[in-house]
């Protein structure tokens, strides 16, 4: 599967954004997805993943209760909806998705994925 993702942008702190990531190719329900972000300098981090049909997620500490991941099977997309956005979490964005995930599977290592898209930048400003 082939996926673009898209939404970023420049926002104040405490704006929000919405991240999507559409993907091409059959069976999009087939893989479990998530989103990491990389910021200038540093590694590949964790920030949200969902299951095959979207009944489990999970979450980075740093995001969790300000960021929601959401998916769409009907339109090959994935969603991160971010609010409270802080300069700290001014990263491109990537979504990934891993085709050997059971169904109810929330992988959440770089690892796992061996679809990744072209990245998003997101910039907070403080």
């Known amino acids: 599967v082939q996926l673009q993702a898209s939404g970023g942008g420049l926002v104040q702190a405490g704006g929000s954004l919405r991240l999507s990531c559409v993907a091409s190719?059959?069976?999009?329900?087939?893989?479990?997805t998530a989103w990491f972000r990389q910021a200038a300098g540093r590694g590949r981090e964790f920030v949200a993943t969902?299951?095959?049909?979207?009944?489990?997620?999970i979450y980075a500490d740093s995001v969790k209760g300000r960021f929601t991941i959401s998916r769409d099977n009907d339109k090959n997309t994935m969603y991160l909806q971010m609010h409270s956005l802080k300069p700290e979490d001014t990263a491109v964005y990537y979504c990934?998705?891993?085709?050997?995930?059971?169904?109810?599977?929330?992988?959440?290592?770089?690892?796992?994925?061996?679809?990744w898209g072209q990245g998003t930048l997101v910039t907070v400003s403080s």
């Open positions: 990934a998705a891993d085709g050997s995930a059971g169904r109810w599977s929330t992988p959440a290592d770089l690892r796992e994925f061996e679809n």
């Open positions: 969902i299951s095959r049909g979207g009944g489990n997620t």
């Open positions: 190719g059959p069976f999009f329900s087939g893989y479990a």
